[in-house]
């Protein structure tokens, strides 16, 4: 709920625990001075600072010593006295660059605002929004700062946006998202790093002076840095302590800093990545930021993703999918690569069926002349020597069975040895002979509609004549020269983000016209796994990297911030192809059931023992499947400090839950261990399946169930449910 006190310079955004409080003083700056647990009253004092020198004083301020330089501010200006990092840099056609931005007035209304062009929380029961109108008092630009409340979720979602009323252009060399200060207590900052084959590995360090930023220059948000930061109390388990995090509905070059300056007081902002960022605000015009997520919890860092998975499910993911029962799909790529044809594929697709998978995706290499990465993309045309006919043969097969036909795309890429290259070679972001290749391929100017309109065009015509339900979208190279054909010599600062909203304005059509088609993100695997791709496919595939000791690493990392369902998650065949490793195929089923499930391997090179082992996996996945779709997710063995992963998925009305845990190695020592399952209901009794046990609630709350002793990369998993509803 947004209240205001009667003199109106007090806003407090209440959420169900937490409260988000804004102070507007007598020279109409504006300050943050609370986002936590929930306050009321007179708070105006925790605004107070102590004089220090060398803090300027703007000439509007007419209190000497009054500094902003020592002050919790609400979207920081730059060069009139706040020396700390800012969030936004507004450049004038005389060269000048500082600011004074200065509140003028705000409003309520019900409802989520509308983010042209880019994802956005979508329309919520509940949810109200909080705009404030600033005035920059040099330039004479305008920002708008939208707060989204959603009060049952402790989330405050948060976005800026400038209007530039004046009668000149001015150049945004900076425009972030959010900002905003925060009181000075310890706190650790957690990001998610990685690379390609191991995305989303959490880092914890503590905050100390000066700054730290986690950031993107890929054009991608990357495997490398995600989207996301949480700030911790040092003492904050996965139960227990005190956190707050953001994450950004954004999918290209991004930056989140954290900063900690001589006050103590700590800023925390972000948005779009400001480096080689320069966008031109002409008169009349307006720029819009990406969404910012903040997300705050008294209970620990795992009630703070459960926060971000419910927030996700309820209000970014497409609507008609977050809920729904996905495709268990069987995937052709690391079976067979780029060698196949119609009359290898349909005795796959004969052996799929009889494993019960229920949607057959044709990956890579079914077009052009793509008989390897080093041709054909671009070409969304049939490969008739491979597939004569086209795919047809494909889907009635499947039919058949059945089954549903996916297939692969990567509409923003293009390879030089390809007719779509030789047609338009300008069409290629770089120039002749200044272009990196990067997986022999260049990366489409989507930044030009034209060159849209073309890739669209081919895609929806393949989409318009075959029976197709489900599409994954891949984008295999990060762009290096940031420039496009389609700009002016001063508009070039503009490409990168340009380059995204062209990504999203595809997106958006390709899923207004095919509603019925599941499309799922790849990026080489997890490398466009955030909220803004998250906005228009409900899935994405997780990591290239399938080998189920690496996965338990990669999903949980992921799970800090994202819900599992977002996971796409496949079995494949061992020695897995990425790390070599053998991992018992239980224990690669288990840890796939922990997203959207799917296989990834050669059916007709299965013994008779794995295909019926991968039958029932199916099975027994759709019989979990709500819990993943809807469940509360726990992690309980952290397999970054520990030689076990677990991790429980709870039902919201703790009747079920469905826990799964990998022992990494294999130990002589015996030790008994234990986890706890929490969100159970303590009086009522459950049974264990897999354990023929019966225990309260209560008891398998405090006390837990032992961990089994198992050989190496060995899996369990438990099926728990109230034994009077069963
Ligand atoms: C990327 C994807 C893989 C596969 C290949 C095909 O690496 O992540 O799953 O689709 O491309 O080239």
Not at 82 to 98: E, L
Not at 227 to 245: H, I, K, V
Request: net charge negative; proline share 4%.
């Amino acid at each position: 709920m947004i209240v205001q006190n009667e003199r109106g310079d007090l806003i407090f955004l209440n959420t169900k625990s937490a409260s988000y409080v804004l102070w507007i003083d007598q020279w109409k700056c504006l300050h943050c001075l609370h986002f936590g647990g929930k306050i009321a009253g007179n708070v105006r004092y925790l605004g107070q600072t102590e004089f220090k020198s060398f803090s300027p004083t703007p000439p509007d301020i007419l209190i000497e010593g009054v500094s902003p330089d020592l002050t919790a501010n609400e979207y920081p200006d730059f060069g009139q006295g706040d020396f700390r990092s800012p969030a936004a840099v507004i450049r004038r056609k005389d060269g000048t660059s500082h600011s004074r931005f200065r509140y003028c007035s705000h409003e309520v209304f019900r409802g989520v605002p509308a983010c042209e062009g880019l994802p956005h929380v979508r329309q919520t029961e509940g949810a109200e929004t909080l705009t404030v109108r600033l005035a920059d008092a040099i330039s004479g630009v305008e920002i708008f700062l939208y707060y989204v409340v959603f009060e049952g979720l402790d989330v405050i979602v948060r976005h800026a946006e400038f209007y530039n009323p004046t009668a000149e252009r001015v150049l945004l060399e900076r425009a972030y998202s959010f900002s905003v200060d925060l009181a000075g207590t310890r706190r650790d900052i957690l990001t998610l790093h990685g690379q390609h084959l191991g995305e989303r590995m959490p880092v914890r360090r503590a905050v100390t002076r000066g700054r730290y930023t986690v950031s993107s220059a890929r054009g991608a948000s990357s495997h490398q840095d995600n989207p996301f930061l949480a700030l911790l109390s040092p003492s904050c388990t996965e139960e227990e302590g005190e956190c707050m995090g953001v994450t950004l509905l954004y999918s290209g070059s991004f930056a989140l800093s954290v900063e900690e300056g001589q006050t103590g007081l700590l800023r925390l902002l972000g948005g779009i990545n400001d480096e080689n960022f320069r966008w031109r605000l002409e008169p009349g015009a307006r720029f819009v930021t990406p969404q910012a997520v903040l997300a705050w919890s008294q209970r620990g860092l795992g009630a703070l993703s459960r926060t971000f998975a419910d927030l996700f499910r309820e209000s970014v993911l497409p609507r008609r999918y977050a809920y729904a029962r996905r495709p268990i799909v069987i995937n052709n790529w690391e079976a067979t690569y780029f060698d196949f044809t119609t009359d290898t594929l349909l005795p796959f697709i004969d052996e799929a069926a009889k494993l019960g998978a229920d949607t057959f995706v044709l990956d890579d290499g079914w077009f052009g002349a793509r008989n390897s990465d080093r041709a054909g993309l671009g070409d969304w045309f049939v490969n008739e020597e491979k597939l004569p006919g086209g795919l047809g043969a494909l889907i009635s097969r499947c039919k058949e069975h059945g089954m549903r036909f996916g297939l692969w795309i990567e509409p923003e890429m293009i390879s030089r040895d390809s007719a779509l290259f030789c047609a338009h070679p300008d069409w290629a972001v770089g120039r002749e002979g200044e272009r990196c290749e990067s997986r022999h391929q260049y990366v489409l100017d989507f930044s030009r509609s034209e060159v849209r309109d073309e890739i669209f065009a081919r895609i929806a015509a393949l989409l318009r004549a075959y029976e197709i339900s489900y599409i994954k979208w891949d984008m295999n190279r990060h762009i290096t020269e940031c420039c496009s054909a389609g700009l002016p010599a001063e508009g070039q600062g503009e490409f990168l983000h340009r380059y995204v909203l062209g990504v999203y304005e595809f997106a958006r059509r390709l899923t207004e016209e095919f509603p019925n088609v599941l499309f799922e993100g790849c990026a080489g695997g997890g490398g466009r796994f955030d909220g803004g791709m998250l906005y228009y496919f409900p899935q994405i595939w997780t990591s290239d990297n399938t080998d189920a000791y690496d996965r338990t690493r990669i999903q949980y990392g992921t799970s800090i911030a994202y819900p599992l369902s977002a996971m796409s998650c496949h079995v494949s065949a061992c020695p897995n192809h990425q790390t070599g490793r053998v991992t018992p195929l239980a224990s690669r089923g288990l840890v796939a059931s922990l997203g959207a499930t799917g296989y990834e391997l050669d059916p007709s090179k299965l013994t008779k023992e794995e295909r019926e082992q991968i039958a029932l996996q199916i099975r027994a996945y759709r019989a979990i499947e709500p819990l993943i779709l809807r469940g509360d997710c726990y992690r309980l063995c952290d397999p970054f400090a520990d030689n076990y992963f677990c991790m429980a998925v709870v039902a919201k009305d703790g009747a079920e839950a469905y826990v799964v845990g990998q022992q990494r190695l294999a130990c002589a020592d015996g030790q008994l261990r234990r986890v706890r399952i929490p969100g159970l209901r303590a009086e009522t009794r459950y049974h264990i399946e897999e354990l023929s046990l019966e225990a309260y609630g209560s008891t398998l709350m405090h006390a837990g169930l032992n961990l089994p002793l198992l050989g190496d990369f060995g899996s369990w998993c438990w099926h728990i449910r109230a034994a009077e509803e069963q």
